[in-house]
């Protein structure tokens, strides 16, 4: 599957997280027929649609929409030193070898 697209991307995050259509349509509080229009491109969400898309599984606005092609995690909302815990895991991370 092609993840460049609005519609993909929101399938897939559903997917990423084992959510049915109607599953997925009420943690955004829309309609499980509003989710499938969604993912196969007949219908874009609304603005408040994809602010509760992007805070409910944690990702960005713009990653949805197909504008940065990295998911990404806000930490925006954590203290300071949560924020620097957070960094230093994904820097630690980062050296880990597979």
Do not use: W
């Not at 969604?38 to 960005?60: C, D, Q, R, W």
């Amino acid at each position: 599957m092609d993840k460049n697209s609005m519609a993909d991307r929101i399938r897939a995050l559903r997917e990423e997280n084992g959510l049915s259509l109607s599953e997925f349509g009420k943690k955004l509080e829309v309609t499980k027929s509003a989710v499938h229009a969604y993912e196969i491109g007949l219908n874009v969400p609304t603005l408040a649609v994809l602010y509760k898309m992007a805070a409910e599984f944690h990702v960005s606005i713009d990653y949805l929409a197909g504008i940065k092609q990295e998911n990404s995690l806000d930490i925006g909302h954590l203290t300071a030193k949560q924020r620097q815990f957070v960094r230093q895991m994904v820097g630690y991370l980062g050296t880990v070898k597979e």
